[in-house]
């Protein structure tokens, strides 16, 4: 069971049931203490080709994270890429706390058009900056 902190703009955006519908799910999922972890929400294709991932960005560290520039990659259930890219988001995560966000692939970041998104994987990985 994690707390649910919403990024400004989702919490201008969302509606209270919409808040408490994320609290909820948040609340049925374990959050690892010591370590960064995402769990997929929703995973849909857009009209143009694209694929927009909802997903719960945990932070199980004491202190808060910030993302700046997220290598993202979203798999299948036989570890086949579907999409991935880089994007641009500055997340500050709180400690022991899940965000959600969402990801927007566009058609030229699809590897793999119309795969099964019964049961896939995404990973976020915080890319270097030197």
């Known amino acids: 069971m994690s707390t649910v902190h919403f990024h400004p703009v ?23 203490k010591g370590s960064f972890s995402v769990t997929p929400l929703l995973t849909k294709y857009k009209r143009n080709g694209g694929l927009v991932a909802t997903v719960f960005l945990h932070n199980g560290f004491p202190h808060p994270l910030q993302l700046q520039r997220q290598i993202v990659k979203v798999t299948d ?9 880089i994007f641009s988001s500055l997340l500050k995560i709180d400690p022991m706390s899940s ?28 890319e270097e900056v030197e």
């Not at 259930?77 to 890219?85: F, H, K, M, P, S």
């Open 10 to 32: 989702w919490d201008q955006q969302l509606t209270k049931n919409e808040k408490i519908q994320y609290i909820q799910k948040a609340d049925s999922i374990y959050l690892p």
């Open 77 to 85: 259930d036989r570890n086949e890429t579907i999409a991935q890219g």
């Open 99 to 126: 965000q959600p966000w969402s990801f927007v692939f566009s058609k030229q970041m699809m590897e793999k058009e119309e795969a099964d998104l019964t049961t896939i994987f995404i990973s976020v990985v915080e």
